[in-house]
T-cell receptor, first 113, second 116 residues
Framework: DQQVKQNSPSLSVQEGRISILNCDYT??????FLWYKKYPAEGPTFLIS?????DKNEDGRFTVFLNKSAKHLSLHIVPSQPGDSAVYFC????????????FGKGTSLLVTP | DTGVSQDPRHKITKRGQNVTFRCDPI?????LYWYRQTLGQGPEFLTY????????KSRLLSDRFSAERPKGSFSTLEIQRTEQGDSAMYLC??????????????FGPGTRLTVL
């Protein structure tokens, strides 16, 4: 049962524009969310996280927004750069623990020059 | 390099053979995780260690799979009598308890297994 869902398998954005990657979750008890970026032939790299006590977290060009009532979060990348082209995974650990991240299927982002 | 390392990076084997993978976590991390990733999917949890104790196993971890972390440092994942369905990327991750970033898991580059 997929508790974290990324319904867009791919996204293409022009360099300099905003990239918006979406993630939905089903378990209202999730209280922490993470975004990972993955290049081919490499392991996922941690990008940014957000606690459920916040609705926004920003780190440079990356901002994550959390809408708890909609069980939805989004990752904004502004401005997008060609080096951002990768697969982005949304993940959440089980409530009150740090184990067994539940991952979405990922969204492949292509940033074109 | 102080990141998570995995060996080998690639493994090709014939069905029915046994394979073993190794993971070296970030040295100060006491938690170690194994995940499996297949094409078009996100990583799926297999098992988790805190120090040398294996504390959780997924239902994906059939009895052909065994993982160890004998001294609370590196870990091995063995697959016995491999099947073609075992072909996947096997990812190792580590994390540290007692810090503000305890929930962030740091991943290694993975071992790509191909079962012919």
């Amino acid at each position: 049962d997929q508790q974290v869902k990324q319904n867009s398998p791919s996204l293409s954005v022009q360099e300099g524009r905003i990239s918006i990657l979406n993630c939905d979750y089903t378990n209202s008890m999730f209280d922490y969310f993470l975004w990972y970026k993955k290049y081919p032939a490499e392991g996922p790299t941690f990008l940014i996280s957000i606690s459920s006590i916040k609705d926004k977290n920003e780190d440079g060009r990356f901002t994550v927004f959390l809408n708890k009532s909609a069980k939805h979060l989004s990752l904004h990348i502004v401005p997008s750069q060609p080096g951002d082209s990768a697969v982005y995974f949304c993940a959440a650990p089980p409530p009150n623990s740090g184990y067994a991240l539940n991952f979405g299927k990922g969204t492949s982002l292509l940033v074109t020059p | 390099d102080t990141g998570v390392s995995q060996d080998p990076r690639h493994k090709i084997t014939k069905r029915g053979q046994n394979v073993t993978f190794r993971c070296d976590p970030i040295s100060e991390h006491n938690r170690l995780y194994w995940y499996r990733q297949t094409l078009g999917q996100g990583p799926e949890f297999l098992t988790y260690f805190q120090n040398e104790a294996q504390l959780e196993k997924s239902r994906l971890l059939s009895d052909r799979f065994s993982a160890e972390r004998p001294k609370g440092s590196f870990s091995t994942l063995e697959i016995q009598r491999t099947e073609q369905g075992d072909s996947a990327m096997y990812l190792c991750a580590s994390s540290s308890t007692g810090t503000s970033r305890a929930r962030e898991q740091f991943f290694g580059p993975g071992t790509r297994l191909t079962v012919l």
